[in-house]
Every structure is written in C-alpha cells, then in structure tokens.
C-alpha cells in the first residue's frame, strides 16, 4: 500500500485501533507485527522514517552476546541464541550466518575461549549454527589473510549472524502490511488524548501534508527507543516532570566503513581484549569492512548523533593492532554513530548496563518498552502485546511470528546493496541486476563504488515509502553507511529521480539536497592536506 493510501485509512470515521505503536524502529516495527499477526487492527506511526535512528545504525550483528556470556548473564544469551535461530530461519536472505575469529597471541588463551566458546553452542541448543573449532596459528592465518602474524599463538572460529539493520526493518513493516497494519511515516504524537486520567488516543501531524489527524486506540505503545522518556512527558504532563526518575541512559556506539582490503575475506575478527574492557569486531558488510563499536555515555539525545574523532581514532588503533596493515583516518570510507536506549541503574556505567529491556506501564496505561536490542526484537513484541492485549480486553489469540517468513516475494527487494558492481549482501547477484534486462540505462550503477541504480529508486519510492534522498541513501539501500563521498555526487540523480516519482518541483529538489549534504558531513573525515 502506498503512503496516501495509508493516510486514507486515519480518515476513516468512527475506527477505534486496537493497538498503536509509536515509533518504527526495531521495538515498534515488531510489535506492530506481533499485534497484526493476531488480528488486531493495528496503526504505527513514526516521527521520521522508519528504522531512522539506532535501528539502522547497529553493528549488523544477530547474536548471542559473547560478551554478556562473560558477565554471566546466561538467561539473556540463551533467549538470543534463540530468536538469533528463529530470523535465520524467517529472513534467509536478509540474515546470514558468518564466522569469527578470535586471534590468540598469549599462550592458552585459546583454550580459554574455545572453553567459553563451547558454552555458547551448547546455550543456542539445536538452534546452533556450526560447533566452536579450535585453530592453530596456520589455520587462523589462513582464514584472515591479512591478519597480523607476529607471535600468533592460534584461536577460536565460531558461528554468529549477520545482518542489514535497514532492510530487516523494511522487511518488517512490508510483512506487517501483508498482515493487516496501517504504517506511516513522517507522522509526529503532538498530543496524547485523555478520558479523566485514561490514555484513549493520539493527535498525529502529517509532515507532509501539513494536516493533523485524531485516532482513538484501546492500548497505546511506546515503542521509541531512546526518545521513549519525550513521549513519558507528554503522558505525565508539566505539572510531574519534576518528580520523574530518568528511565534511560543513552550510550553512543560508533562504526567505521574501510575497504574491504583490509579483510578480504568473508570470515569476521572478534577482538576480545580492549582497553576499556569492550568486545570489538571487524566484519566483512556488503563488500566493504565494518568496525565497531564504542560505548561513551552522552547527555544529549538526538537522531542524528555525531561520532566523535577519539571514537573513531580507539576502533582505529585497536583494530590496527589485529592487522598487517592499520587503517588510517584517510582510510575511513564512512563513520556513523547510534544511540542505545539502556535501562537506567544508578551507579551503573554504560558499559555495565544491561541490554535487557523493561516494559513500563504508566497510570493512564501506557505501555513503554525500554531497553533492549535487534537480536530479541520479536521476543520483546510478543511480551508487549500479550500485555497489551490483556489490558484492552482483546480476543486471546497465541503468538505466530516465531515462525513467520519475513522474506517472501514482496519483500526480496528489500536488501538493496549499494555494494560495487552488483553483488548483495551474500555476495550473490543482486535481484535489481536481473529482473529489468530490457532497461540497462536504470540498471546500471549510479557510481563506481555504488551498486544503486534508478530501478532501485522506483522500487523504495512506490513500494517501501521512501519520501527523502536520505531515506533512498541511508536506509533503502546503505550507500551513505558504505561511502560517504560517493553517496553525496550521486544525490543530486536522486533527488532528480524521486522529485519525477514523487511529483515534486526544483525546490524540493534543492532544499532536499541541502539536508542531505547537512547530513553527510557528519558521516565523512576530512582527508589530510598532502
């Protein structure tokens, strides 16, 4: 369904929603899901577009969690472990598994983590991907060619999933249309609407059309991510702002885009040993290499948060380290940066926070969802709508989405690649290189370091409600995350394209391009004057 025919459905009279979600990012998008997988008339909204924040900014990974295996959170990872298996099996073509390795250059410290190793294949039960192998130092070199050989002692190659945060996203909200919901973006809570004390509905203000709608809805989801403690206000009101105890601590990962010459394999590097005690890796992403990530408290919440030159110089220097040759600031493709939503603990640094999520109801019923990450997603939707469900006095329906293909004929287009020539995320031809023979002007890439084609504009503008060029460079396809530069010399053809699609005028068109360019700054390191 299209944008405006989604809108049509708000001007229904007299519709009262089931459930409405606000907030498209990973949390929403699944409980959106969850909710209209049961038959529960469903409405999302979201402030920009979806997945535009954290969830499209993550490390790509679907995962248990080595790390909080260490902290022994064994109840966290084992709940991982498990939806890790279920998206392998529901999204194939969007999740994939992909090998790490952890190089060993002290003594024993292999069998240390072949230990650990072992006990994350037995958590993940017949959900596991390949057992734990333990490698001698030949081994290892050979399955990282450029990894740095100089007293490697061997190490460890077990199996975790990969994704595209963007396109798992637009698979979601594809699915939960095929299901029933109504989705839309670019639609702001300006107002939360009472009965007495009794959450009953939203006031929403369309961006673009500049109209405002009223929906009544019997149980209302907060579902925004690190924004979740704006919508909290508007639900408490000025009069007890004061008194609020702080839910959230955000916590600013940021990534780094190299060549994929500096890994030039498909197997990825887990760095166990940091100086700050975090876990980092380097990984093979849509032909390029993907570093990350850093944890660094921050006071200000915003959607587009910028990564800081100490963050980017620490995954530098540490990854460095594991390599024969070290990436250098003039190496950096593209650099971005998320905010993770942490369940607030006083005393607690970010590093230590849990990744668990809370759901918090409010006197006048509203549900939060806080916390949390993309790996247990659905888990989290299927709690928050058999609470939702039991507070709205609907129809007990049980839970489909464990099982439910996310990757279906619909939705095979939602992996654009934006990788060099035509290969996808699995390094297969990509679906838009093949279906239009007949048009080779649309199906030729836009850049040479980018695979995005005009065919692939068409198809994120009528069919996955992309209404910005940052929406078709960002999150439709991820030519922005891969490489900055070129992202930005193709901006002006697509701007072009979607003011043509869209029925937009010049002005549009510049004023898009301006945003764009604000954008892009932000994602790029000034090369040095030679």
Known sequence: ????????????????????????????????????????????????????????????????????????????????????????????????????????????????????????DMLAGELNLEPTRLLNARQASELLPTLNNHQLRGGVMYGDGQFDDAALAMALATTAVEQGATLLNYTPVVRLLKRGDKLTGLVLHDLEGQREFEVQGKVIVNATGVFAESILQLDRGPAD???????????????????????????????????????????????????????????????????QMSEVDYLLEHVGRYLTKSPQRQDVLSTFAGLRPLVAQAGKSTSQLSREHLIDLSPSGLLSVIGGKWTTYRQMGEEVVDLAA???????????????????????????????????????????????????????????????????????VSHQWARTVDDVLARRSRALFLNASA????????????????????????????????????YRIERPQL
């Open 390 to 460: 039991k507070l709205a006095e609907l129809p007990r329906r049980v839970s489909v989405t464990a099982t439910l293909a996310l990757d279906g004929p619909s939705k095979a287009k939602s992996s654009l690649s934006s990788a060099p020539a035509s290969l996808g995320e699995n390094g297969h031809e990509s679906a838009s290189a093949t279906e239009h023979p007949a048009d080779d002007h649309k199906n030729m890439p836009m850049h040479p370091e980018l695979a995005l084609t005009e065919c692939e504009i068409d198809e994120a």
């Open 1 to 120: 369904m299209t944008r405006e025919q989604m809108l049509a459905r708000l001007e229904e009279t007299n519709r009262t929603w089931d459930v409405i979600v606000i907030g498209g990012g990973a949390t929403g998008l699944g409980t959106a899901l969850e909710a209209a997988s049961r038959g529960y008339q469903t409405l999302l909204v979201e402030a920009a577009d979806f997945a535009n924040g954290t969830s499209s900014r993550s490390t790509k990974l679907i995962h248990g969690g080595v790390r909080y295996l260490r902290q022994g959170k064994l109840s966290m990872v084992r709940q991982s472990l498990r939806e890790r298996g279920r998206l392998l099996r529901n999204a194939p073509s969007i999740v994939h598994p992909l090998n790490f390795v952890i190089p060993s250059y002290r003594t024993g410290r292999r069998w240390y983590f072949y230990a650990g190793l072992k006990a994350y």
């Open 487 to 522: 992202a930005l010399s193709v901006a002006p053809r697509v701007a072009r394209r979607m003011a043509m699609l869209l029925g937009r005028d010049r002005a549009w068109e510049e004023a898009q391009l301006a945003s764009f360019e604000r954008l892009a700054a932000g």
């Open 241 to 307: 702002l004061g008194a609020m105890q702080p839910k959230i601590t955000p916590s600013q990962g940021t990534h780094v885009v190299v060549s994929r010459a500096f890994l030039p394999t498909d197997r990825a590097i887990m760095i166990p040993d940091t100086d700050d005690g975090r876990v980092l890796f380097a990984i093979p992403w849509l032909n390029h290499t993907l570093i990350g990530t850093t944890d660094m408290a921050v006071d200000k919440i915003e959607l587009d948060p910028q990564p």
